[in-house]
């Protein structure tokens, strides 16, 4: 079983910049894929970022294009963490951010992912 803890939320301004981190615990996370995903107030939770396994040669990471350019995922395997560096938020970004893992390629759709951490609270204020 895997445990994710995501930290690093919080209220900040447009144009601010904030990193999420995901701590994960119960497996060694080395050859998972890592994601993260957000879900606005009253919208069906999107996927943001993917980071697959070197293992996989799938170790490039993917976004979503309304995040392209302004957010950077990476993963450190010593830690069996997973950061989201966001950079030029938008009031748009406001959402709760999720982290999951799986088992295998990175995929951009949420019912390909088995773990989940409780989420993170980002506001970002016009």
């Known amino acids: 079983q895997v445990q994710l803890v995501e930290s690093g939320g919080g209220l900040v301004q447009a144009g601010d910049s904030l990193k999420l981190s995901c701590a994960a615990s119960?497996?060694?996370?080395?050859?998972?894929?890592l994601a993260w995903f957000r879900q606005a107030p009253g919208k069906e939770r999107d996927f943001v970022a993917s980071?697959?396994?070197?293992?996989?040669?799938?170790?490039?990471?993917s976004y979503a294009d309304s995040v392209m350019g302004r957010f950077t995922i990476s993963r450190d395997n010593a830690k069996n963490t997973v950061y989201l560096q966001m950079n030029s938020l938008k009031p748009e970004d406001t959402a709760v951010y999720y982290c999951a893992s799986r088992s295998g390629l990175p995929q951009r759709v949420e019912n390909a992912y088995p773990y989940w951490g409780r989420g993170t609270q980002v506001t970002v204020s016009s």
């Open positions: 980071i697959g396994s070197i293992a996989w040669g799938a170790s490039r990471p």
């Open positions: 119960g497996r060694t996370l080395s050859t998972y894929t």
